[in-house]
Every structure is written in structure tokens, then in C-alpha cells.
């Protein structure tokens, strides 16, 4: 191989090379994120109808499209106490509800 053919090689290699998918953007987990603050919107939307175990369940469904993709500290293990305690007693669900109403608070999350 020449040394034309070679450094002709590694330039295709270094530009390639730097065409890689963008690198995910740094996320500050103490603030609220978008999938975060859709789940949070949710459960505030939601919470006060849910009155019912079916509701309830339906609530903790709605809100779990969103809180494990969530990179909001804690979010997501809120939502997943949330699920649990949809069809527990209500005394196991508002505990899980005041949880994760309370991480969406510490996040920053504000009533649209």
C-alpha cells in the first residue's frame, strides 16, 4: 500500500469515526427531565379521580410509560412503588402516592 493509499485510509477512518451517533445529552439527575416531567403531569392530572383500585392502577400504568425513563433521581423507583401499591390498600397507596408526588416536587416539577 502506498503512502498516499495510507494516509487516505486513516483520514476515511478519523471522519468516520466522528460521524457516530451524537452522544446522549448530560442530564442533571436532580432536575426534573422531560420523561420525568410528563410522568409527574400525569399523576397530577390523574390523581384525584383515582378513587377506585381500577383507577388507581389505570393512574400507576399512565404514569409508568414515562417515570422509568426517567433519569430523575428516584422517578422511576417512585413510579415502580406506585405500580406495587395500586392494588394494595389505600393507606399503601397514599403513602406511594405522597412519594411520588414529593420527588416530583424536589425535582422542580410546577402545576401547568
Known sequence: M???TCVA??????????????EAEQV???QLDKPG???CDDFAEGYQ???T???RVELANT????APKSQTTGLSEAGQALGAASDASA????????????????AGWEAP
Open 53 to 55: 383500585g381500577q383507577a
Open 2 to 4: 502506498s503512502m498516499r
Open 91 to 106: 393507606s399503601a397507596w397514599q403513602l406511594a402516592a405522597d412519594s411520588f408526588a414529593q420527588r416530583c416536587f424536589d
Open 37 to 39: 416531567k410528563f410522568a
Open 28 to 30: 442533571d439527575p436532580s
Open 9 to 22: 485510509a486513516i483520514g476515511v477512518l478519523l471522519v468516520l469515526a466522528g460521524c457516530g451517533a451524537p
Open 49 to 51: 379521580s383515582a378513587q
Open 63 to 66: 404514569v409508568n410509560e414515562w
